[in-house]
């Protein structure tokens, strides 16, 4: 499991010119899920993301959590994290999850981040998405779950 976590003052996302998600202050974050996930890494990388402390304290240190400043989150499914490029010019999509399980997985990550209290906005699975936001730093981090619970890929 992938998730590319962008700190934003605000994110949209629009499906056929339509809102479906939009966030102030938070984490807008893109979600690449592989075939050998399950729900304990997917629990392990919840965590890791709500327990990243990447925004200002007082004393303008990364300090705080998303929690500390009632930040929010836009959750983006987005399986070309797993583009390997290695040959020729055009991405591989090979290790990617396959789509019925990569949204189930996705949904699960949704409803988690939703009933640990956090305002959690989302695109629509599979389709084409128009994603604005302002990278407020900018900061981004990559938390990728076979450096995250190494362990749980395991056997």
């Known amino acids: 499991m992938r998730f590319l976590v962008q700190r934003v003052s605000h994110a949209s996302v629009k499906v056929d010119g339509q809102v479906t998600g939009q966030i102030g202050k938070g984490f807008f974050v893109l979600i690449g899920v592989e075939d050998e996930d399950n729900k304990a890494v997917a629990d392990k990388m919840i965590s890791k993301l709500l327990g990243l402390r990447i925004f200002d304290d007082a004393e303008g240190k990364s300090n705080l959590a998303l929690a500390d ?5 836009l959750l983006i499914s987005q399986f070309t994290l797993y583009a390997d490029a290695r040959h020729g010019n055009r991405p591989s999509f090979i290790n ?12 699960y990550i949704v409803e988690r981040c939703r009933a640990e209290g956090y305002t959690a906005e989302t695109g629509i699975f ?15 981090i990559w938390l990728d779950s076979r450096e995250i619970c190494p362990k749980l890929h395991e056997g």
Do not use: H, I, R, S
Not at 96 to 107: I, L, R, S, V
Not at 126 to 140: I, Q, S, Y
């Open 69 to 73: 400043v009632q930040g929010e989150l």
């Open 126 to 140: 599979g389709a084409e998405m128009k994603c604005e936001l302002l990278n407020d730093g900018p900061f981004t």
């Open 96 to 107: 990617a999850g396959k789509p019925e399980f990569a949204n189930e997985m996705y949904e």
